[in-house]
């Protein structure tokens, strides 16, 4: 299954989120975008994590978080 890059937060993803909070999982949103890791925040119902990753307030990288999606929502 491919979606596109940076699309939110997939049905697929939400179901995947709630039973990873149902079983005390960590979800880890490392490797999504902005808009995913901000839906997933949403999303979930208990805390989670972004392993290994830094804002782009420390160092301006592409691959670094802004806090903000693709549509500007902070």
């Not at 005390?24 to 995913?36: K, N």
């Not at 890791?37 to 290994?52: D, F, G, R, W």
């Amino acid at each position: 299954m491919r979606e596109p890059a940076n699309a939110g937060l997939s049905d697929f993803g939400r179901a995947a989120m709630a039973e990873m909070n149902r079983l005390g999982v960590i979800v880890d949103v490392a490797h999504s975008g902005g808009r995913t890791s901000l839906e997933a925040a949403k999303a979930s119902k208990k805390p989670m994590v972004a392993s290994h990753s830094c804002c782009t307030a420390l160092n301006n990288h592409v691959r670094f978080e802004t806090g903000c999606s693709d549509q500007g929502d902070c």
